[in-house]
C-alpha cells in the first residue's frame, strides 16, 4: 500500500524557515496536503498542492512538491514561536481507493 | 461558519462501559470519517461514510467498536465493551465530495479506560 513517511523531529530558531519534508512511494497522488496539529487540539488545513503543481505560496508557507522524487515539503518563512505544533503531510493516491494516507508527523519546536 | 463538532471532549470511564462519541459534521459535506490517535500507531482512519452509507469499515478494531450515522447531521462511534487499550483521541472529519477535497477535523475526543 501507499507509505508516506516524516522525519520525526525539527528544532529551529525563531526567524529562521522551517523546512519540513515528506517522501511517498505511490506515484499516481492526486492531491497533497499539509496539516497543523497544536498540542490537544485537531488538524487543521494549511495549504494544499494539486499533483499537476510544482510549487504553491501562502503568505508565509510554501510547498514545494517534486513528483520525479515523490517528494513533498513545507517551509515556513520567518518561523515563529506559534509555529510549534506537529505538521502532517497526508495525499489521495489512486491506489489508495478514496482514504487519505497521513504521514507520521514532524514535531516542529520553535526555540527563542 | 462552525466547523465540525465532536463531543464530548474529554471522557474517562471504567474498562467494561459502554462508550460513545459523538461527532456533527460541517454542513453540505457528505463524506465523514472516524479516525483514532495514539503514540504507538499515529492516526488511523476507522470508518467513513458517504451520504449516511458507511462506505469501508475496514479500520474498525473490533467487533465492539461500531458506527452509525442516522441523518446528514450526525454520527456516533461506539465501544462496548470498552477496554484500557481503547485509550486514545478519536477524531471526527468531514468533506464536501471525494477526488480530493480536504477533511476538516473537529478537536476530538480524548478517551481513557481505566
Known amino acids: 500500500g501507499e507509505d508516506v513517511e516524516q522525519s520525526l523531529f525539527l528544532s529551529v530558531r525563531e526567524g529562521d524557515s522551517s523546512v519540513i519534508n515528506c517522501t511517498y512511494t505511490d506515484s499516481s497522488s492526486t492531491y497533497l496536503y499539509w496539516y497543523k496539529q497544536e498540542p490537544g487540539a485537531g488538524l487543521q488545513l494549511l495549504t494544499y498542492?494539486?499533483?499537476?503543481?510544482d510549487m504553491k505560496q501562502d503568505q508565509r508557507l510554501t510547498v514545494l512538491l517534486n513528483k520525479k522524487d515523490k517528494h513533498l515539503s513545507l517551509r515556513i518563512a520567518d518561523t515563529q514561536t506559534g509555529d510549534s505544533a506537529i505538521y502532517f503531510c497526508?495525499?489521495?493516491?489512486?491506489?489508495?481507493?478514496?482514504?487519505?494516507?497521513f504521514g507520521t508527523g514532524t514535531q516542529l519546536k520553535v526555540e527563542l | 461558519d462552525a466547523g465540525v463538532i465532536q463531543s464530548p471532549r474529554h471522557e474517562v470511564t471504567e474498562m467494561g462501559q459502554e462508550v460513545t462519541l459523538r461527532c456533527k459534521p460541517i454542513s453540505g459535506h457528505d463524506y465523514l470519517f472516524w479516525y483514532r490517535q495514539t503514540m504507538m500507531r499515529g492516526l488511523e482512519l476507522l470508518i467513513y461514510?458517504?451520504?449516511?452509507?458507511?462506505?469501508?469499515d475496514s479500520g474498525m478494531p473490533e467487533d465492539r467498536f461500531s458506527a452509525k450515522m442516522p441523518n446528514a447531521s450526525f454520527s456516533t462511534l461506539k465501544i462496548q465493551p470498552s477496554e484500557p487499550r481503547d485509550s486514545a483521541v478519536y477524531f471526527c472529519?468531514?468533506?464536501?465530495?471525494?477526488?480530493?477535497?480536504?477533511?476538516?477535523f473537529g478537536d476530538g475526543t480524548r478517551l481513557s479506560i481505566l
Open positions: 472529519a468531514s468533506s464536501f465530495r471525494q477526488g480530493g477535497q480536504p477533511q476538516h
Open positions: 461514510f458517504n451520504n449516511n452509507v458507511p462506505i469501508d
Open positions: 497526508a495525499g489521495f493516491f489512486t491506489g489508495g481507493g478514496n482514504k487519505l494516507t
Open positions: 498542492i494539486f499533483s499537476n503543481m
